[in-house]
């Protein structure tokens, strides 16, 4: 099994910066697709982006693409999601989640989340 937290939101201006970590338990880390995944109020919970057990491939939803990336480090058992030119739009609850799948884009691949970091984008 795996643990994860969150850390990093918060309250931001629309252009803004943010990066989120995800740090997890475990000393089996290194072999779990990560995924980063968001839920504003009143929608569902939405793909944002994910990562391969080496780092080598990553994946992102169409609407952060550009603006987002996903990175993880090993060694220290962390990924991160790096959120630049912020919208207000980007607003939600972001959730890291871990796979043994392969299916990263969905929710369903996951069983194992962390308890979510709040995002908030002013305009």
């Known amino acids: 099994q ?4 969150e850390s990093g939101g918060g309250l931001v201006q629309a252009g803004d910066s943010l990066r989120l970590s995800c740090a997890a338990s475990g000393r089996t880390f290194s072999v ?3 995924g980063w995944f968001r839920q504003a109020p009143g929608k569902g919970r939405e793909f944002v982006a994910a990562i391969s057990w080496s780092g ?10 550009g ?3 996903t990175s993880r480090d090993n060694a220290k058992n962390t990924v991160y999601l790096q959120m630049n030119s912020l919208k207000p739009e980007d607003t939600a609850v972001y959730y890291c989640a871990a796979s043994r799948g392969s299916n990263s884009y969905a929710a369903t691949s996951y069983p194992y989340w962390g308890q979510g970091t709040q ?5």
């Open 119 to 123: 995002v908030t984008v002013s305009s």
């Open 2 to 5: 795996v643990q994860l937290v």
């Open 56 to 65: 080598g491939s990553t994946y992102y939803a169409d609407s952060v693409e």
């Open 67 to 69: 603006r987002f990336t």
């Open 32 to 34: 779990y697709t990560m």
